[in-house]
């Protein structure tokens, strides 16, 4: 049974009733009602529904659309407009809220159903997307400073010992000084150190094979390659003291250290981003799923959108409407296929 909440705004009774007889025959829970664009308002800031139905012309100051940008804006709310207004005019403002969907009355069962599916799930695409942007946002933030550590380093080696130790060892990075002869761990600071488990003691008797369960060779060959200046950035997985194993991604590149040329690695735990990328992408695959559904389903299923345009439609709608996928795309359904009387308003 689905459980999302819906906020139904419509000041037409009849189609109204009609509305929420679909929406309990669908099995959602009894929709919050308004009458005009203030009650939605009122409604949508107090109950913090998952998706508006809204009509355009509303009684009142405020019509669906200016009322439906407000909710957008200050709640990220989704919005499905349902409604008999197909104008251009009043399309370019619809354009401008930045809906889920839009539904021309009159509106059936099924159709209501496929939009309220698809626009919630494009809801969530849209808001897992904006956390992954974020998440990249911070990474590549985070690189910047990574990389503005390594060069503060590498000039603290320059000045002096003393100074790069006091920088290597505060450094809130996970860093280790890696000997890529025999893959010796030659030093760590305190936040490898908490990261891996391991007391710097115990940490230094260690070598990247007992870290790092990837082979042996490929791991001597990552090491070659960044000792000789050419590629800097590596993703493996590695073992903590507790046995788990992490994501990361290691920047390392070459140093002198005593006469000896030894590799200064950055390593980044990536591991909740990884999960959150493999989440998005199951995300995805159930979308595919469903879009697959409609495309074989019995009844006549199209994606419209604002400007006039059709998007995706299963083969039952072309057989309704007589025309093929290809001629669908030269076709604008408020003028081709919506009857003059539903584009009036009437």
Known sequence: MPAELILLVEDDESSRALMVRFL???DYPPPLEA????????????RRPDLVLMDIGLPGDMDGVEAAQRIRAELGIPIIFVTGHGDPPTLERVAQAQPVGYLVKPVNRLGLYGAIKTGLERHRLERELAAV???LRRRQADLELQNLALRQAEQAIQEGHERYRQLFETNQAIKLVVDPEDGSIV???????????YSRREIVTKKVFDINPAPPEKIQDAMAGALAGGRLAFEFQHRLASGELRDVEVYTGPMNWGGRRLLHSIIHDVSQRR????ALRESQRQASFLADLLDHSSQPFAVAYPDGS????????????????QELTQINWTRDLTPPRWREGQ
Do not use: H, K, T, W
Request: hydrophobic fraction near 40%; glycine fraction near 8%.
């Open 24 to 26: 309990e025959s669908l």
């Open 310 to 325: 059709l998007g995706r439609c299963n083969q039952a709608f072309l057989d309704l409407v007589g025309y093929s996928a």
């Open 133 to 135: 942007n974020e998440q």
């Open 35 to 46: 009458l005009d664009a203030r009650q939605a308002l009122g409604l949508a800031q107090d």
């Open 275 to 278: 999960r959150a990328e493999e």
């Open 187 to 197: 030093d760590a600071n305190q936040a490898a150190c908490d990261f891996y488990g």
